[in-house]
């Protein structure tokens, strides 16, 4: 930069782009002062996933900080919706619950729970894991959701959800639904991505949202918990552990 001498002999630094300014002030001996800018917005916090550089959109809700985005991180049990990679881009991708733990295909039919620990990483980025049934009725409560039915386990049904976390584009009208998009009051910003059953069909997209939780179902040692999130409703259920779902991680405590 440049200076000159304004008023009671104080150095005034000019930035090059404002030189005419400069040259003024060297004719007038008039002090020239910075220029006001405006204070940039706060950025959101992201998460830049080491493995492919990939960013992610993050958002505290209550205690707990999540993706705000679906991951998609590439892995030979995960998949597109409809085999479109366009899909995986702005959806993110589909992953079995052996692909979002990441952990040795036996376990589609033997149980994990006794080897399972606190913040399971799985395929999340490191310092981030695959979310329990826990972390996400602690969701649903930050949220002030409703609590309707629970199974023997007190994993629950939550109504009222649609408003805080549904994105405010992208959902579709269902069962006669007039507002089928929420308000993304909270930031958690759901789409309705989709998912994949076990015989490779792809279903709900631009219904529904599912995505996997950390746990196995309490019954069959081929379930895993998994959470659908649909018209204003998040609901538990057990899937098969080679169906499709989204991951959404949470950041470890």
């Known amino acids: 930069g440049c200076a000159c001498l304004g008023e009671r002999n104080k150095l005034i630094f000019i930035d090059m782009k404002y030189l005419a300014l400069f040259l003024l002030c060297l004719a007038t001996g008039v002090a020239l002062a910075a220029p006001k800018t405006a204070a940039p917005e706060p950025a959101p916090e992201e998460l830049k996933d080491t493995r492919d550089g990939k960013v992610y959109k993050t958002v505290r809700i209550g205690d707990q900080v999540w993706m705000a985005e679906n991951l998609n991180y590439s892995t030979p ?45 799985g395929i999340c980025p490191a ?60 930031g958690f ?34 379930d895993a918990y998994h959470w659908t999130l649909t018209e204003d409703m998040l609901y538990f259920d057990a899937g098969y552990k080679n169906e499709g779902g989204s991951v959404r991680c949470v950041k470890n405590n």
């Open 77 to 121: 049990q995960s998949f597109c919706y409809d085999d479109r990679f366009t899909l995986c881009k702005t959806n993110g991708r589909l992953y079995t619950w052996l692909g979002a733990m990441n952990i040795p295909d036996r376990f589609k039919s033997e149980r994990y729970s006794s080897k399972l620990k606190k913040n399971h990483q």
């Open 189 to 222: 910003a759901a789409i309705p991505s989709g998912s994949r059953d076990m015989i490779s069909n792809y279903e709900g997209l631009g219904t529904a949202a599912r995505f996997w939780s950390a746990e196995e179902g309490i019954g069959n040692t081929y």
């Open 127 to 186: 310092g981030w894991h695959v979310p329990t049934n826990a972390e996400w009725q602690a969701l649903a409560k930050a949220v002030e959701a409703v609590q309707d039915t629970c199974n023997d386990a007190d994993v629950c049904t939550w109504k009222n959800v649609g408003k805080a976390l549904k994105a405010a584009s992208g959902w579709e009208t269902e069962d006669g639904d007039a507002t089928p998009n929420g308000e993304n009051t909270s």
